[in-house]
């Protein structure tokens, strides 16, 4: 194979960026399959995206945003059927059925590579195929995951290069023979000679298919970011997991905290919340505990492995963030609108203002008219939402006026614990700490959520999430518990983390929020470190160590006292209206379901009725 061999490449001279023959091998079997007009490696310089971005604009895909108010900043409006991750869309195609489990969609890996085949022939005719080389992670690692996307859409390669480090810098760590992840993407819109281009292609067949063990992602038919930024979800969550299960470390679906105390000791925390449950909030959060401080590390992804002293040290595989707009606003997360406001933006669904600024639900200064996600004229009494509930901001972690120098050091941080947490109304409390590793393992193997818009699916009903990984695992749920399982059983259980479970969203009878949220989640930090460092009390419940509103920090909360003693309430009528829930969940997993999960729900159901 040589490089002359690639049609229409595009670039300096006649040869391509790189020498590494399986990838030119790959783009080269992939043109001829596809069938795009030219072929063109992405180098991520500002030259590019300004060509690419002004190329956006004249496709109509792209609205250029008010540059003084968002500079370089970019407004795309999607097809409207094609606006969040598709669950029921998302396959793991390994190679035995039982090894993608329960909760995952399968096919036999042969099956979906002859379908998508035949999906790929000719589809990206009419359009230029890019090569983006990125990596997940920092690129001084020791072991820098490596990969590459071939994407027919210049939407994607614009994020992908807020999202990722990706361009010829990257190219350069591929060298001529580095393992890298082949992720290959079309929109699936092919342009017949002299058809028009709609703004936003995509194609009503979508699958976002995954081979855990060829570590390839597949994805045809969708332009919206969890289906198409293939960095993210993709491989830094589905393959990533099943690459941490074989090598022992973890890929999760976490925020990255560092918390400064007034006496400046340092803690790190991680996070698993489901999508839109407070992930991005809490990783910007400010504390309104007098002299406490938060700095950012990430908001959305945590890669953990062993340090040498037996820590477990958190990476943030991404660059960038991919936040949800609705609800961000100056109060509830000012570092995020900081960040968004310092340019260099892709807002995907939002409204646009009059004076062409971004605009969506909850944001402050409504304006009496907009534009809004579907292109339509919006007043404030249209009686639909401006932005779309799942609508988000693409914004470079680099603009983040509140980074913790250490966010880009492949070392990673020393994690002192880790949360998780959903959206339940009622019977989860506040706060709650585990007995251990394993308990907390239970607890995140139990978490639930009521559904959000981030994916397709009814609003608001509850499901089993654990870890918040459900939609992300890369193999079966029962050997990614043990997998957690064996981490506490393998490790020094006091250098692990401590692990705690959050609940933000609990409600009183008139549905109003018992907690405040938000910063005020800072107390409920504050009283987590208190916890890791033995100072703080607590009361042993049948289902962990839960505060009472004495044990946590209120100085000057504006907040009913009765509404936080009811946040924190441990109603054991409630939770033993839980346990059928939990064993229907049980069952599901089946018979990988690890024992010591077993073993931790018999001891809860035991001190439930004691
Ligand atoms: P993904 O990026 O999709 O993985 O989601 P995420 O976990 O980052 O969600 P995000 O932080 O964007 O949270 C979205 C929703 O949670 C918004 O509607 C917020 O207003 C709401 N939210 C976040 N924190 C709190 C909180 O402390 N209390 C309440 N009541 N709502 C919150
Ligand atoms: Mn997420
Ligand atoms: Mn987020």
């Not at 991680?270 to 910007?284: D, Y």
Request: aromatic letters at 10%.
């Amino acid at each position: 194979m040589t490089a002359a061999t690639i049609p229409g490449l595009n670039g300096t001279g006649d040869t391509v960026p790189t020498k590494h023959a399986e990838l030119l091998a790959w783009v080269q079997e992939v043109a001829e399959l596809t069938q795009p007009d030219r072929v063109v490696f992405a180098d991520g310089s500002d030259a590019e995206w300004e060509r690419l971005t002004d190329q956006l604009v004249e496709a109509g895909t792209f609205t250029r945003l008010n540059d003084e108010k968002l500079p370089n900043s970019f407004l795309a409006q999607s097809d409207p059927s094609d606006v969040a991750r598709v669950e029921s869309r998302t396959y793991i195609c390994s190679e035995r059925e039982e090894d993608a489990g329960p909760t995952n969609n399968w096919m036999a890996p042969d099956e979906m590579r002859r379908t998508m085949t035949e999906l790929y022939r000719g589809c990206m005719r009419g359009r230029t195929l890019f090569v983006v080389p990125f990596c997940m992670g920092p690129l001084g690692s020791d072991d820098p995951k490596l990969g590459v996307e071939l994407t027919d859409s210049e939407y994607v390669v614009v994020s992908m290069r807020v999202m990722t480090r990706m361009g010829s810098a990257v190219l350069d760590l591929l060298g001529e023979d580095r393992p890298f992840v082949k992720a290959l993407h079309s929109v699936g819109a092919p342009l017949e000679p002299g058809q028009d281009d709609v703004p936003w292609p995509c194609n009503d067949t979508k699958y976002i298919t995954h081979f855990p063990e060829a570590r390839e992602i597949w994805s045809f038919g969708s332009g919206y970011g969890g289906n198409a930024l293939l960095g993210k979800k993709c491989y830094a969550l589905r393959i990533a997991s099943a690459m941490a299960h074989d090598e022992g470390w973890l890929a999760e679906h976490m925020l990255i905290l560092k918390l400064i105390s007034p006496e400046d000791k340092v803690y790190y925390i991680a996070a698993a919340f489901p999508s839109a449950c407070g992930k991005t909030n809490l990783a910007m959060i400010h504390p309104t505990v007098p002299g406490w401080r938060a700095e950012t590390l990430g908001d959305d992804i945590a890669w953990m492995r062993f340090g040498e002293d037996g820590r477990l040290y958190a990476v943030n595989p991404e660059f960038g963030f991919f936040g949800v707009a609705p609800g961000t606003n100056w109060s509830s997360n000012p570092t995020a609108m900081k960040t968004i406001e310092a340019g260099n933006t892709v807002f995907t669904n939002v409204a646009m203002t009059d004076d062409g600024g971004a605009w969506w639900e909850d944001l402050e200064n409504q304006p009496e008219h907009l534009i809004d996600w579907l292109g339509q004229d919006w007043t404030p009494d249209s009686g639909r939402k401006a932005a779309h509930p799942n609508s988000r901001y693409c914004t470079p972690m680099s603009q983040c006026p509140t980074p913790a120098p250490e966010w880009d050091d492949p070392q990673g941080v020393p994690i002192s614990a880790i949360l998780f947490g959903g959206r339940r109304k009622n019977t989860v409390p506040l706060v709650n700490q585990s007995f251990s590793w394993q308990h907390g393992t239970f607890m995140g193997a139990t978490m639930s959520s009521e559904q959000t818009a981030a994916a397709e699916g009814q609003v608001g009903s509850v499901r089993r999430d654990p870890m918040a990984m459900i939609p992300f695992l890369g193999y079966h749920v029962g050997d990614y518990l043990q997998h957690w399982i064996n981490i506490g059983k393998n490790s020094d259980e006091a250098q692990l983390p401590k692990i705690f479970y959050v609940n933000w969203f609990r409600r009183g009878d008139d549905k109003r929020f018992l907690w405040p949220g938000f910063g005020e989640n800072s107390r409920v930090l504050k009283w987590i470190v208190e916890r890791i460092e033995g100072t703080a009390d607590a009361q042993a419940t049948p289902i962990g160590y839960v505060p009472t509103a004495a044990d946590i920090d209120l100085d000057g909360l504006d907040a009913d006292r009765n509404d936080v003693d009811e946040s924190l309430a441990v109603n054991v009528d409630d939770w033993k209206a839980e346990i059928p829930m939990i064993e229907e969940w049980l069952q599901f997993v089946g018979d990988k379901l690890p024992s010591g999960i077993r073993d931790e729900f018999e001891a809860l159901k035991e001190r439930l009725d004691s």
